[in-house]
């Protein structure tokens, strides 16, 4: 326990670290003095830097990573899988495809209006995939539920692309959406996806418990009281709420739902709840830190997010998962 908060501690302090960088780093550099007038008068152009893109666009990194970090270990502790990834409950394909249907349907709309086409999508996806899941009485099985998954992502991936295709706007509509990028991000964004993510942050904690029980496996969860099918409803649930919302935000994301819970894995061992805390604090490390490179990288264009953290995560998770305590569950 004491090694776990001084690993808290030491996260927390970089955490502080990168977001003090995302204020200052960007097309335009900032002098420290300049952020701090920022926050208590109108100094001009810095106040306008600071707080209405940069402050808004770290929030929304900090939400974006802590949501996929929780993502990740919910759906890996449920199927008992280390290569598990929310993806694989078709939760993005789903919300590419309402991007795509979107732009194709009601041209020129705003970003508020897309981000509730790709949270429609993903909520629509996660229903499908479980009903089909149930068909013969088979979806409180996990590996069910990933492989229908994994089938009816591939069919709207399929659309998607067809639409694009024969759409121009659906084509810079998904290419946007797949670059996984913050860029543009605004208070109004935060606000309508903000609520979402608390949402999925409270499932997971009453989850965290019953996964616990099931690594035991369903006879042992259930005869210490917990019941598998309720548990599995709970992470299903907050992965399409997490994942959903994230995505609608920011786009096609890579590795941080697949990679970051293996790192929790290592610090912390197999406890589940120790897990999520960590996969949501290094999420949000992850994902702050992505952003902060990609608008330093080339300035003074950006990097999208998501391509810095394929980058990253790439090389980092084929390291990890030769570890045999990394990746064991």
């Known amino acids: 326990m004491r090694t776990d908060l001084r690993g808290i501690r030491w996260a927390l ?24 007038e920022a926050f208590f008068r109108d100094n001009g152009d810095p106040r306008t830097i ?27 502790g449920m199927t008992r899988n280390p290569l598990a990834d929310p993806g694989l409950l078709g939760v ?30 993903a909520g629509l996806t996660t229903l499908v995939v479980y009903v089909i899941g149930n068909l013969g009485g088979r979806g409180r099985s996990p590996a069910t539920l ?20 024969f759409e121009q706007r659906a084509f810079s509509a998904a290419r946007s959406f797949g670059a996984g990028s913050l860029e543009g991000t605004d208070w109004t964004l935060v606000r309508q996806v903000a609520p979402f993510l608390v949402v999925g942050v409270v499932l997971a904690a009453f989850a965290a418990r019953g996964l616990n029980a099931l690594a035991l496996g369903d006879d042992v969860a259930a005869a210490l009281g917990v019941h598998p099918w309720l548990v599995r409803a709970l992470v299903v649930v907050g992965v399409t709420v997490l994942c959903g919302a994230a995505t609608a935000a920011a786009g096609v994301i890579w590795f941080v739902g697949m990679m970051v819970p293996h790192v929790a894995r290592w610090i912390t061992g197999p406890d589940q709840r120790r897990i999520l805390a960590w996969s949501a ?40 998962v030769r570890r045999r305590t990394a990746s064991a569950l």
């Open 13 to 36: 302090l970089a955490l502080g670290l990168l977001v003090v960088a995302s204020l200052l780093l960007g097309s335009r550099p900032l002098a420290v003095i300049d952020v701090g």
């Open 92 to 121: 993005g394909a789903g919300a590419a495809f309402a991007i795509a249907l979107g732009a194709l349907l009601v041209p020129g709309a705003s970003s508020g209006t897309t981000v509730w086409f790709a949270f429609a999508g």
């Open 50 to 76: 600071v707080v209405d893109q940069r402050i808004p666009r770290t929030v929304l990194a900090l939400l974006v990573g802590l949501s996929l970090g929780l993502a990740g270990a919910l759906m890996q």
């Open 146 to 165: 990933v492989l229908t998954g994994m089938a009816v992502g591939a069919v709207l991936a399929g659309l998607t692309q067809l639409i694009v295709l």
């Open 281 to 320: 604090a290094l999420g949000a490390l992850l994902m702050v830190a992505a952003d902060v490179v990609g608008r330093v990288v080339v300035i003074p264009d950006e990097v999208p997010a998501g391509v810095v953290t394929a980058l990253i995560g790439a090389p980092v998770l084929i390291g990890l």
